[in-house]
């Protein structure tokens, strides 16, 4: 069965440190990823998405991701973390052949000033 | 005004009630999907309709129906409410051709005593 796995569960992170939240997922084929996130009291909201091409993707409020097939992981980065970036974020991951995704259980992120 | 617009935003209510949560959409989407959150869960999905006549079971359906009385309208009902449904439930849409969540609702947070 395809799963999704966030191991971080719970970052801590002061400003203008630097962010990478892990992302690894199980299935053996060929994947789309995406990352969301969910600001405090708010509906989710698409981050970045990885069909093909280049594996460094590049998203929305200076995130970006990488796809490494080798290893299952899309890990998703951020070079310099702001206290508005304090957030809940999910992985998740679209087979071809399934129709809709499967999403990871999440890592919260908080950003201290 | 949004999108994705829920009704209602919070409901509590008893073991065995029948509820229905509402989901409308002014996007002009023909895709729709019901998840549930849980904390350490992440998003499930537990319904999903690409079109009106299109309804498909998510991976937690058990306990769910749904209706999709028009394109812009989508209900979740739980017809004998259990304690363990006590979740925050997601609306959401998806552009055409796109087959993963894009667009969601504020949610609902259903309590069940």
């Known amino acids: 069965a395809q799963s999704v796995s966030q191991h971080n569960h719970h970052v801590i992170l002061s400003e203008a440190a630097s962010l990478e939240l892990g992302c690894n997922y199980s299935?053996?084929?060929?994947?789309?990823l995406f990352w969301y996130v969910q600001y405090p009291g708010q509906h989710l909201q698409l981050l970045l998405k990885?069909?093909?091409?280049?594996?460094l993707v590049k998203g929305i409020k200076g995130f970006e991701a990488e796809f490494i097939k080798s290893k299952f992981s899309f890990n998703l980065r951020k070079p310099s973390v702001q206290w508005s970036d304090t957030a809940e974020y999910f992985c998740?991951?679209?087979?071809?052949?399934?129709?809709?995704?499967?999403f990871g259980s999440g890592t919260r992120l908080q950003v201290q000033p | 005004d949004a999108d994705v617009t829920q009704t209602p935003r919070n409901r509590i209510t008893k073991t065995g009630k029948r509820i229905m949560l509402e989901c409308s959409q002014t996007?002009?989407?023909?895709?729709m999907y019901w998840y549930r959150q849980d904390p350490g869960l992440g998003l499930r999905l537990i319904y999903y309709?690409?079109?009106?006549?299109?309804?498909n079971k998510g991976e937690i359906s058990d306990g769910y129906s749904v209706s999709r009385q028009a394109q812009a309208k989508f209900s979740l009902s739980l017809e004998s409410a259990i304690p363990n449904q006590t979740a925050l439930y997601f609306c959401?849409?998806?552009?055409?051709?796109?087959?993963?969540?894009?667009?969601f609702g504020d949610g609902t947070r259903l309590s069940i005593l």
């Open positions: 959401a849409t998806s552009d055409p051709g796109s087959e993963q969540p894009q667009h």
């Open positions: 299935y053996g084929g060929t994947v789309n």
């Open positions: 990885y069909f093909s091409g280049d594996p």
């Open positions: 998740a991951v679209n087979a071809p052949g399934r129709r809709a995704l499967t």
């Open positions: 996007k002009g989407h023909d895709r």
């Open positions: 309709s690409f079109d009106v006549k299109d309804i």
